[in-house]
């Protein structure tokens, strides 16, 4: 990658951003200079990663919001653009899982995780966009999942995860000549709260089906995500990258 980065005064939201995933790739880019919009719907606990952050010097700001509520995303990024800076990146992470074998799985269970997952990317990148026309300029990056394969008993999970991938293509597609690139990272198992609320065997057994033999971590997503953002990536749109330790090559699902 480039020398030179990221600059002072570029402006990032990052979705999902509160804890976890989210919270490893608003750390890394407020690391780097860049001002750093975290969204999440949990209020107390981002309140708490936004005075962390602030507490070492970086310059973010939380604004608590269902993202799944289409009123409610355009007032947050209604914030952003009142601030007055523009906006140059955007990674929609926010997402939330409810596994059930298909004919347990409920209207609710499927509505939950479809618009957590893909409907708030929708939103959030409709709400974005029209911030980075103004400067012909964005960098748009989704979470998907490894899950997009197919995945037991994740039905709705993996056909948001999906669907994540396509809205990704067709973005990239249809604004590349505008200076906007959208790419996809799709991860495998990650250490999250998630996943550490898992019984030890049941986390020895995941990891014994990554090839790599080791358990991802934010900062694993993170380099990934500053790999899409950074400049010397301008040329690379609509392409999903996964970082799972190889489980997307030949491992069972979850």
């Known amino acids: 990658m480039s020398a030179q980065r990221f600059h002072e005064g570029q402006v990032a939201a990052v979705t ?17 200079g860049v001002t750093v919009y975290l969204l999440d719907r949990d209020e107390a606990v981002l309140t708490e990663a936004v005075a962390q ?15 799944t ?16 800076a523009g906006l140059d990146f955007l990674v929609n992470n926010a997402g939330v899982v409810r596994d059930k074998r298909f004919l347990k799985m409920t209207e609710d269970d ?7 997952n893909l409907r708030a990317q929708f939103l959030c ?4 966009l029209p911030l980075m026309l ?13 899950a997009w394969l197919g995945g037991f008993g994740q039905a709705n999970y993996s056909a948001a995860k999906g669907g ?7 973005l990239a597609i249809e604004f590349a000549a505008k200076g906007i690139t959208v790419n996809t990272i799709a991860p495998g198992i990650v250490d999250t709260p998630l996943f550490q609320a898992f019984e030890p065997e049941v986390k020895a057994r995941l990891k014994d089906t990554v090839p790599v033999k080791r358990i991802g971590t934010p900062e ?9 953002l950074d400049p010397a990536s301008a040329y690379i749109t609509g392409q999903t990258l996964y970082v799972c330790g190889g489980r997307s090559l030949s491992s069972a699902s979850v």
Do not use: P, Y
Request: charged content about 25%.
């Open 110 to 116: 499927w509505d939950l995780v479809v618009d957590t």
């Open 125 to 128: 990148c409709k709400a974005a």
């Open 134 to 146: 103004e400067r012909s300029f964005g960098r748009i990056v989704n979470l998907s999942s490894r």
């Open 53 to 67: 952050l602030r507490s070492e010097g970086m310059n973010v700001h939380g604004l608590a919001l269902d993202l």
């Open 220 to 228: 694993d997503i993170a380099n990934a995500v500053e790999f899409f």
């Open 164 to 170: 994540v991938v396509s809205l990704s293509r067709s």
């Open 16 to 32: 999902g951003a509160a804890r976890g995933i989210g919270l490893g790739i608003a750390t890394r880019l407020a690391r780097q």
């Open 69 to 84: 509520e289409g009123a409610a995303v355009e007032r947050a990024f209604g914030r952003i653009a009142e601030a007055g």
